[in-house]
């Protein structure tokens, strides 16, 4: 991929549909804290969404280390995202995103002060494409066992996203 468009592009195509990634972020003594957190229905622009609480631990590593990864894993696919976080309190934002179902968590709904958005600005992408289906991922295991070539198995890239 030679520009960050077309990264962006791969990528999108590549996590589009899946709804929950894991969300990794530093703690204060360095150590990393990986959660589960729900995409939010944005077309991947380069930017990911999530909605969290204000007074979160996630919120309070966010502060002291605005580095973080949000990894996917589709059916034949893996994507793991590196990009830097802010917080946003955007009623309006928190609106366009708000779908029901997070009343679950979110009981008070976006109008909350206590509700806040994280955007994660994507800088770069690592993903894992391997072929579909029980026969093609069959296949490509025959190619690597026959091969020694343990990239028959699919396609791995590293991208830039930074617009």
Known sequence: MS????????VRDLVKGIKVAMFTTEDIDGDFHSRPMMTQEADFDGDIWFFAFRDSPKVEEIEHNPSVNVAYMGDNSFVSIAGRVEVVNDVQKKKELWHEPLRIWFEDGPESPDVVLLRIRSQSAQYW?????????AVSMVKVLLT???EAAGENKKVRLSR
């Not at 520009?3 to 791969?10: A, V, Y």
């Not at 494409?129 to 991922?137: L, R, T």
């Open 129 to 137: 494409e391997g072929p579909s289906g029980v026969i093609g991922k």
């Open 148 to 150: 020694g070539d343990p």
């Open 3 to 10: 520009n960050p468009q077309e990264s962006i592009e791969k």
